[in-house]
């Protein structure tokens, strides 16, 4: 939903929360599962046994920390739910009463994807890429408001005759 305000607009986003990994999910369970089992073998097994099992969670755990970032890092710059206040030059995003800002740089190119935006630096490295509006007006009025186009209101009038 698109509403204009004084100094750009605010558009609420209607795209989905992003969907958990449930591969990472599983894999993080199964080294719960590797440390409880670690914990047995240490008093159970000899010491050697004890040490192979610690270094075999070890090298779990550095494997599942790496996925995670990867996924991090990916999911940076991903916009598709919440409120978008926009205006000239910058916007911000409250997901959730989580309030981020973006300030757009003079090399920051916004491009047009069928119902979505992409903003690129100047490199054409990918900064932001903003999903879930209702449609694709809503898209093109967020790209005219970050350039700088001014958008006005239209009042239409509209007289019921009786016949």
């Known amino acids: ?10 558009i609420t986003l209607q795209g989905q929360p992003q969907a958990l990994d449930n591969g990472l999910f599983w894999f993080g369970a199964a080294l719960l599962v590797g440390a409880v089992a670690v914990a047995l073998a240490m008093s159970l097994l000899p010491v ?8 075999l969670l070890i090298i779990g755990s550095f494997f599942f920390n790496r996925q995670r970032q990867q996924r991090k890092k990916a999911m940076t710059g991903v916009i598709n739910s919440g409120i978008l206040w926009v205006r000239v030059g910058e916007l911000v995003h409250d997901n959730q009463g989580k309030r981020t800002p973006i300030q757009l740089a003079d090399g920051d190119k916004i491009s047009l994807i069928d119902e979505q935006l992409e903003i690129v630096d100047g490199d054409a490295k990918r900064k932001y ?7 694709i007006q809503e898209a093109t009025a967020t790209k005219a408001i970050l350039q700088g186009q001014a958008l006005t209101k239209r009042h239409v009038t509209i007289k019921m005759s009786n016949d």
């Open 1 to 10: 939903m698109l509403k204009l305000t004084d100094d750009g607009a605010k």
């Open 48 to 55: 050697r046994w004890s040490i192979g099992a610690l270094a």
């Open 129 to 135: 890429h903003i999903s879930g509006f209702d449609n």
